[in-house]
Antibody, heavy 122, light 111 residues
Framework: EVQLVESGGGVVQPGGSLRLSCIAS????????MHWVRQAPGKGLEWVSL????????YYADSAKGRITVSRDNSKNSLYLQMDSLRAEDTALYYC???????????????WGQGTLVTVSS | QSVLTQPPSVSGAPGQGVTISCTGS?????????VHWYRQLPGTAPKLLIY???NRPSGVPDRFSGSKSGTSASLAITGLQAEDEADYYC???????????FGGGTKVTVL
């Protein structure tokens, strides 16, 4: 059974930093790219970042570029999201999700964790 | 403002059907990139509902179906049940943004 368990959320002041973690199990972690997706309270889903299977390639939403860094440790089946210079608008539930890519045109998120809540407030 | 546009809400009586639209542009749904749909029950994480335009993961009933044409896609739910009350999101890839994109979500209410 695929399981994704996020942790590391909490309350942080504007301008502060936080590191989120996601531990994966039930599949061969280094065979899949991984996403971070966030959801502000009462709002929709917003894609944040993707990291390739080997960790060498990363993609970011414009809202995350320059402040957020995704990384992974395949030896620990773990995914990370380092968030710096946090703003009130970063307040959200952060989900990690497993990527499925088939060919060049099929790319979706087939399993999601339960999320970890980040609150940016003074 | 989401890259993919969905109606905020749709509703239908039990047993009826509803359709949720997802409108994009030439850099996402107008390409060969496929559309996928997720369902989010209240207080839970999103779950994959339809992948690659019209494919259902194991366990998803055939009451759910998807389609894509041009720069639009749609999700159809037939035989509405109370348990279908949820938020539904479409998702694709945008090659202009080099980003995975979601619709703003549609809340389905069973009257």
């Amino acid at each position: 059974e695929v399981q994704l368990v996020e942790s590391g959320g909490g309350v942080v002041q504007p301008g502060g930093s936080l590191r989120l973690s996601c531990i994966a199990s039930g599949f061969t972690f280094d065979d899949y790219a991984m996403h971070w997706v966030r959801q502000a309270p009462g709002k929709g889903l917003e894609w944040v970042s993707l990291i390739s299977r080997d960790g060498h390639t990363t993609y970011y939403a414009d809202s995350a570029k320059g402040r957020i860094t995704v990384s992974r440790d395949n030896s620990k089946n773990s995914l990370y999201l380092q968030m710096d210079s946090l703003r009130a608008e970063d307040t959200a539930l952060y989900y990690c999700a497993k990527d499925v890519r088939v060919g060049l045109t099929t790319d979706y998120l087939d399993y999601w964790g339960q999320g970890t809540l980040v609150t940016v407030s003074s | 403002q989401s890259v993919l546009t969905q109606p905020p809400s749709v509703s239908g009586a039990p047993g009826q059907g509803v359709t949720i639209s997802c409108t994009g542009s030439s850099s996402n749904l107008g390409t060969t990139y496929e559309v996928h749909w997720y369902r989010q029950l209240p207080g839970t994480a999103p779950k994959l509902l339809i992948y690659a335009n019209n494919n259902r993961p194991s366990g998803v009933p055939d009451r759910f179906s998807g389609s894509k044409s041009g720069t639009s896609a749609s999700l159809a739910i037939t035989g509405l049940q109370a348990e279908d009350e949820a938020d539904y999101y479409c998702q694709s890839y945008d090659n202009s943004l080099s980003a995975w994109v979601f619709g703003g979500g549609t809340k389905v209410t069973v009257l």
